[in-house]
């Protein structure tokens, strides 16, 4: 498992960063995404999705309200939003387990709010930190040695 930090000038190279991962991922991964608002969660998704080959990727919105959001692609794409959780059960009720055993690849926005349930199965963990207007910090931790970015 290897660590790449990376810095990002602009939305367009958060989605290409995305991109770049989704088009390497052969199914069963877990990303967990940690950062503040605004920080370009969403947006690497976005560029997750194209690399997987979602149909209409540009669609792709952070499940709020709805908690998790399906992607169909190359392989599936589940998206959840972990912000309105108030502990790790509410992840366990949306079918988590069979999420992280499938052949997709399950990405959680805010996963620092339900880090002790992701901490049971190996995941990409990816933390996004401001540092201007345009420009984020992006620490990818847990890569799998099969992905070069």
Same mark, same amino acid.
């Given at each position: 498992?290897?660590?790449?930090?990376?810095?990002?000038?602009? +939305? $367009?190279? /958060?989605?290409?960063?995305?991109? *770049?991962?989704?088009?390497? #991922?052969?199914?069963? =991964?877990?990303?967990?995404?940690?950062?503040? #608002?605004?920080?370009?969660? @969403?947006?690497?998704?976005?560029?997750?999705?194209?690399?997987?080959?979602?149909?209409?990727?540009?669609?792709?919105?952070?499940? @709020?309200? @709805?908690?998790?959001?399906?992607?169909?692609?190359?392989?599936?794409?589940?998206?959840?939003?972990?912000?309105? !959780?108030?502990?790790?059960?509410?992840? =366990?009720? #949306?079918? !988590?387990? $069979?999420?992280?055993?499938?052949?997709?690849? *399950?990405? &959680?926005?805010?996963?620092?709010?339900?880090?002790?349930?992701?901490?049971?199965?190996?995941?990409? *963990? &990816?933390?996004? $930190?401001?540092?201007?207007? /345009?420009?984020?910090?992006?620490? &990818?931790?847990?890569?799998?040695?099969? +992905? *070069?970015?």
């Amino acid at each position: 498992m290897n660590s790449i930090e990376i810095t990002s000038n602009s +939305v $367009e190279q /958060t989605i290409d960063l995305g991109k *770049t991962l989704g088009r390497q #991922l052969g199914g069963g =991964e877990l990303i967990a995404l940690i950062g503040n #608002l605004g920080t370009g969660k @969403t947006h690497l998704i976005k560029g997750l999705a194209m690399g997987l080959d979602v149909y209409d990727a540009d669609s792709v919105a952070s499940p @709020t309200f @709805t908690l998790i959001n399906e992607y169909e692609g190359r392989l599936m794409l589940y998206h959840i939003d972990a912000y309105r !959780f108030d502990n790790p059960s509410q992840l =366990e009720a #949306l079918g !988590f387990d $069979e999420l992280c055993c499938g052949p997709g690849v *399950t990405v &959680i926005e805010w996963a620092d709010k339900v880090q002790s349930l992701i901490d049971l199965y190996p995941a990409i *963990t &990816i933390h996004l $930190e401001h540092c201007g207007p /345009t420009t984020r910090y992006i620490n &990818i931790s847990n890569l799998p040695d099969y +992905v *070069t970015l």
